[in-house]
Antibody
Framework: QVQLVESGGGVVQPGRSLRLSCAGS????????LHWVRQAPGKGLEWVAV????????YYADSVKGRFTISRDDSKNTLYLQMNSLTVEDTAVYYC?????????????WGQGTLVTVSS | DVVMTQSPLSLPVTLGQPASISCRSS???????????LNWFRQRPGQSPRPLIY???NRESGVPDRFSGSGSGTDFTLKISRVEAEDVGVYYC??????????FGQGTRLEIK
């Protein structure tokens, strides 16, 4: 069955970096666009970034543009999110989600999330 | 960015009674292909979001038929015909047609009275 498993979260100081991973299984990883969505403690869902199925395009939320980089390694069935210059506002659970949409975004599977805490 | 506005934000419901959540978008979610792209998710406490409805009214695989979606243009509704205990959680609408960014509603917390 389709699984997405995030890892790499933890506690990090403001200004430092962290890289999240999302391992996919149970499907042909290279056929799908993938997104990161985050959720600050007690708050709603915030879209973060997307990478096209072939890695040709990436888009970011304004709140992370220039600091975060989304990438993928299809040989490892893994999605990444490199997060630099972290601030306390980046504290959240980070989810990866698979997109099966053609015309519009359509999330069909989500990972369980990994918690990033930015604190001094 | 398209703003998604949900109401109510808190919804206490008696078991077995119906529930209804509204979602309004700041722009029409009708695509040039004629379809309208609005999704609903439920997030139970401590869990990741689960897709419920796509393209306004289509239930995802495994979603009970007591869940239904309706609406058009900028106004949408998620209805639960008879609330069960397992329906507790936060419900989000989402648009993925005018993106980036993908945008979500603020969430509606459904609880049992």
């Amino acid at each position: 069955q389709v699984q997405l498993v995030e890892s790499g979260g933890g506690v990090v100081q403001p200004g430092r970096s962290l890289r999240l991973s999302c391992a996919g299984s149970g499907f042909t990883f290279s056929n799908y666009g993938l997104h990161w969505v985050r959720q600050a403690p007690g708050k709603g869902l915030e879209w973060v970034a997307v990478i096209w199925y072939d890695g040709s395009r990436q888009y970011y939320a304004d709140s992370v543009k220039g600091r975060f980089t989304i990438s993928r390694d299809d040989s490892k069935n893994t999605l990444y999110l490199q997060m630099n210059s972290l601030t306390v506002e980046d504290t959240a659970v980070y989810y990866c989600a698979r997109d099966i949409g053609v015309v519009a975004v359509h999330f069909d599977y989500w990972g369980q999330g990994t918690l990033v805490t930015v604190s001094s | 960015d398209v703003v998604m506005t949900q109401s109510p934000l808190s919804l206490p419901v008696t078991l077995g009674q119906p529930a209804s959540i509204s979602c309004r978008s700041s722009q029409s979610l009708v695509h040039s292909d004629g379809n309208t792209y609005l999704n609903w998710f439920r997030q139970r406490p401590g869990q990741s979001p689960r897709p419920l409805i796509y393209r306004v009214s289509n239930r995802e695989s495994g979603v009970p038929d007591r869940f239904s979606g309706s609406g058009s243009g900028t106004d949408f509704t998620l209805k639960i015909s008879r609330v069960e205990a397992e329906d507790v959680g936060v419900y989000y609408c989402m648009q993925g047609i005018h993106w980036p960014p993908v945008t979500f509603g603020q969430g509606t917390r459904l609880e049992i009275k």
